[in-house]
């Protein structure tokens, strides 16, 4: 589960080339982090000046004195704290329930016994490899069939059912929950729902923490879903709202700007916060 | 938690378990997709309303294969997967093991650095970037003129600059993640190895290839397979910097893009739904082929 | 059955007990803000600017229906588009009162999900020559029904920068005998200012191949579907449009774009053609320091087009129960002359309503346009427009009919080739 981390011969060891050699793996790690930095710099920068100065050679390199201008004019322009709320909601509403419906049935598979089951699993499995087009336009026609066109529900309901989910908790539980466990609590007289809640999901906590950040930085991400079903400005969520704004014939780049960082702050912050479990959950799973 | 639930007994448990998931797989999973491969067989004109289906047999496909547009973005498609897909993984590889060998404590924080372009919302990215590559106020231009005194590329409206400049996007994107994984995986590479090496005397470079890629090979297969399928649905980047409409002369425009501008741009509903099978078979045959590939190499080693 | 005659037939019925005549108090306080609620909403999806043109005018509704309330609904310009097209796909959610760009009429007009105007209810046939012929004629689909009622057109201009002529030794005239004396005069400016012609040579691409058609002919397509892109309308307009890339008269920008803004602002743009509206979105943001330096004039070779314009629809399948008061919006939006002048002056948007033109207010010297009595030019323009029909696919035949420009004016490809292979694009799809 937990990966060792093994000793490899350290580069210290040795003379000067050795240490040279060192040094220039530090400077290209480096140099590969100021890279993935870069952009993220610039938009921050470029949030605090207005649109002029941003489109000027040579464009900006310091922050300026526009940030709370264009952060009214971003609220001008866009219902922008509803749509912040909305992408909060959504995101929220989707790791519940994802993390609901994939827990129960992820134990399902995991720990008990049911026609069908491995057929099914297949099954479930095989969607994990259909690309994402495939979903475009059925999305958008099983949305307009239940009457859920421009609303949220439309957006966190789908991926409840996430295949990736249920592979996650099934590997977790088959190693983290001893059958006997559930056997014993079983035979003492504990009603399933009793053990699902009771026993298994402490037990699945770690794996509940990866699906759950996962679940919440997709859902933020997502621009594509809410392409295809959201329609009015008032229920976008935050990547559909600025794309919105980025479209108008007028565009000001300094809100622009803003509402991207704003839109990216939330998930730096998240991630800062939870990275190593992220990291780890993630690779965990890649690794087997 | 004082929940008073039926007693469920352990026979139908299971059932109950799985029937949230269930429903909603069938209902947003398998049902959709049904329903597209039948709207691949009609033609529909949508503002018509649902009524206005009529059953077309295979003139959809028959359109799809010989519209010039569908080979047009299944040829950008490939191109934007390879050029972008490729150095993911070719700077992936070394910088992992940069990191492997070199960073001991700084190693998280530099993990989380390379990870964050990953989990960074497409939309925020493809807009800083368009800023960035703008022709003559972009920071790119501005920075090849000072450091090559190269002119001005307008790398978002030329036909020969745009699909490059997307691949970049895409290529940042992905490479610290790639990274990530890799250096994952090469921490499950026994140690003992490396020390019986350097005892033979084998230089860091063999070690690396002699050792580190074969001990990632599975890691490596899944990587390319994830960069294989991601590529081949590529959709935001393209979608963002062209305002949704594929570039000039189409040079942007992904096969992801052209199903989404043929369904809700130009409404023919029929022929999207066509067309998304029918890429979706040239998905899978190239997700079989690089299985093929890394199980072959596997063979001879 | 008000609320106020249900009450008092429960007076009549019940002895008034202390406890029903307090009751019966309350229920009195209570009954305005019922009232109120059963208030009705007109819901009116529009884009910018017109959604700012309907709501100018909810005080003059308000005067006329207290109770009804007008819900405008807006979206940027393509959004509104894509949600009207799923609107009338799904019959969800489908506006009252609907604005469309003209190329959208064309595009929803065959489908069947606008009502049809000429039906007793509305009977627009009555109001036919009190509008643009031509924006009238616009919105009669295949079967003669007509979709949708004009607001405002946008007969065809050319912009010029009269200091940079000027300096060129040009006049007006110089550039209005041919399109080929315009792309002349464009390299006399070049040299002379050193500004180009055009920001975007697509755009003369576009008024050529819009002009001289004949009435009930598309652009792409004819009233059989046959594609028209091999015809020398447009073998010329491309040829043109070379000339313009192989002058450097062009500035390869794309419109709207900022760097495109850009070159308006620093004079180095010459001219502009496109939609009298174009004024209005260059005084106010595009280059608006460059105010009184511009001219309009009319398209050269007497080319009579119009690019853009704005209608009001119906849904079929909209609220019956609202369908009368969202005529009757309509009707004040477009017949009444105050309203039409109020959209002229303040976004610049053309009347379709002739009664309308003939107003003073068309006689107004433009500022942007150094005192130029420009509206009187396209009123004239509009009374020659004829109009075209508008394919199905007509939006893809834009694009692919651009797309084989660029390939002409960036990769050399010859003329004749590339509009044959725009052809066999289009004609695998005329008929879909």
Known sequence: MTAAVTTVPAIGSGGAAARASRWTAYLIVAVGALFMLAPFWFMFVFATHSHNEIFNLPPPLWFGDDLLTNFKLLTERLPFWRNLGWSVYVALMATVLTLLFCSMAGYAFALMEFRFKKPLFGLVMATMLLPQFMNMIPMFMIMDALGWIDQQRALYVPGAASAFGIFLMRQFA????????????????????????????????????????????QSWNNFINPLIVMRSLSNYTLPLALRSLQSTMNTEWGALMCGSAIATIPLIVLFAITSRQLIAGLTAGAVK | ???????????????????PFLLLFVVFGIFPLCFSLYLAFQSWEPTGGLKAMEYVGLANFTFALKDAWFWKALKNTLWLAIASGVPQHLAALPLAAFIHTSFKRLRDGVIAVYFLPYITSTVAIAIMFNALFSQDYGMINAALAQLFGMEHIDWLHDVAHVKPAIAFIVFWRYVGFNTVLYLAAMQTIPGELYEAATLDGASRWRQFFHITLPGIKPMIFFGVTLSVIGGLQLFEE?????????????????????????????????????????????????TWLTNLAFRTRKGKQ | MTFSDDFMRGVRTFAPSRRAVLAAGLAAAVAPAVRAKEARTLTVAAFPLVDQIVKDAIPQWQQRHPDVAINVVMRQYDDHHTAMTTALSTAVYLPDVMALEASYVGKFSDGGGLSDLLQPRYDIGRY?????????????NHKGQVVAAPTDIGPGTMLYRKDLLDRAGLVESDLQPSWDAYVDAGIKIKKATGANLIGNVKTLKDLMIRGGLHKGQGIYFDADSNVLVNSPRFQRAFELALRVRRNQLEGRLETWSNEWAEAFRRGATATELGGSWMVGQLANWVAPKTAGLWRAAQLPETTWVSYGGTYYAIPRDSDPQKKALAWELIEMMTLDPSRQLAALKTQDAFPALLAAQDAPMLEEPQPFLGGQRARVLWREAARHITATAVHKQAKFAEDAVNAELDSVLDDGKDIRTALADAASLLELRARR
């Open chain 1, 174 to 217: 088959t190693s983290a929950v001893p059958k006997e466990l559930v056997e014993a609590a079983r035979m003492d007289g504990c009603g399933e729902f009793a053990i699902y809640w009771r026993i298994v999901l402490p037990l699945l906590k770690p794996a509940l923490g990866t699906l759950a950040l996962i679940t919440f930085i």
């Open chain 2, 1 to 19: 938690m004082t929940m008073k639930l039926p007693r469920l007994s352990p026979k139908w448990a299971p059932y109950v378990f799985i029937s």
């Open chain 2, 238 to 286: 393209p979608f963002i910097l062209t305002g949704g409409k594929g570039g000039l002369q189409q040079s942007a425009m992904t096969s992801a893009v052209y199903l989404f501008r043929e369904a809700f741009d130009f409404n023919d509903f029929g022929g999207a739904s066509a067309m998304s099978w029918l890429l979706f078979v040239v998905v899978a045959l190239l």
């Open chain 3, 128 to 140: 036919r020559d009190r509008y643009v012929a031509y924006a009238y004629d616009q919105a009669i």
